[in-house]
């Protein structure tokens, strides 16, 4: 089966999204969510880019000249969020500050950051749901490195459909390319001569996402990590906690587990 049919087949299985949906697609600029929505416009849904300017020197500025080109050429509206904006610091900063201060290293803040970020400009944009990126490959990262850090209960819920909860102000994830191995992605990315970086991002070296991703490019083939995630979903929704609802933070008023966001918890420091 084709990238495009698995995309077709997922959300059909998964209801991930209506055909009435206003769908704002997460842009990184990278083949995973540049594949997705030239998919999603192809197959007739009602798409709209939302890209968040990190500020990651020249790598940002590419992805985002990249993307204003790629949305304009495809008739997609684009939404470009600057971070500094939004919380007056660049990425770069913030990482370093809280490596500092807290001891949080790898991608968890650039994370939270996004999280927040995506969510609140996707309910202003009107959305029904935000689509991002991932594929089968970063999800068996995901099941794996929460294996390996002893708390397999991080991956309560896992699925095309993310999130443990709904409520008021929380804009539904999913992700189309869930079973769509990275591989597939790049050769569809490069087979449509989509014109784009295909760099990993700078900030990720060193972390225990991209040891866990060279190992696992060299241990196992497309079909065992499809193993590995489609193994653990059986999991997942067992570990789901029903009726969880998400509540709004005190601090900032966005979607939160607990009483102030982890978003805000981290933010407060720097
Ligand atoms: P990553 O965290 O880089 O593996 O990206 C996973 C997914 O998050 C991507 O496929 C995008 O959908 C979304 N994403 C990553 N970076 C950005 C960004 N700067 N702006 C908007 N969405 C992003
Ligand atoms: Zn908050």
Not at 200 to 224: N, Q
Request: charged residues 30%.
């Amino acid at each position: 089966m084709d990238v495009e049919d698995k995309v077709t087949e997922t959300i059909k299985k998964y209801r991930l999204i209506k055909k009435s949906d206003k769908v704002v697609v997460a842009l990184s600029g990278g083949k995973d969510s540049t594949s997705v929505i030239y998919i999603l416009k192809k197959l007739g849904y009602d798409v709209h880019g939302l890209m968040i300017d990190l500020y990651l020197g020249e790598w940002s500025e590419i992805h985002k000249k990249n993307m204003t080109k790629f949305c304009l050429e495809q008739d997609i509206p684009l939404t470009v969020v600057d971070l500094k904006k939004e919380i007056g610091q660049g990425i770069c900063f913030v990482k370093a500050v809280l490596a500092k201060k807290k001891g949080m290293t790898g991608c968890t803040v650039c994370g939270i950051i996004k999280k927040w970020v995506l969510n609140r400009w996707a309910r202003e944009l009107g959305a029904d749901v935000i689509v991002t990126g991932h594929n089968l490959d970063d999800e068996a990262q995901n099941v794996l490195m929460n294996y390996l850090k002893g708390n397999v209960a991080l991956g309560a819920g896992m699925g095309p459909a993310t999130g443990n909860g709904k409520g008021e102000g929380f804009v539904q994830r999913v992700k189309p390319l869930f079973f769509v191995p990275e591989g597939e992605v790049r050769k569809y990315a490069k087979m449509m001569k989509f014109d784009i970086l295909y760099d990993r991002c700078p900030c990720a070296f060193g972390t225990y996402r991209v040891d866990t991703r060279e190992w696992m490019v060299g241990a196992l083939k497309d079909s065992e990590k499809l193993k590995v995630v489609v193994g653990f979903m059986d999991v997942a929704e067992k570990l789901k906690v029903d009726g969880r609802k998400v509540r709004k933070c005190v601090k900032c008023g966005e979607v939160s587990r607990g009483e102030v966001c982890k978003f805000c918890e981290i933010v407060s420091d720097i």
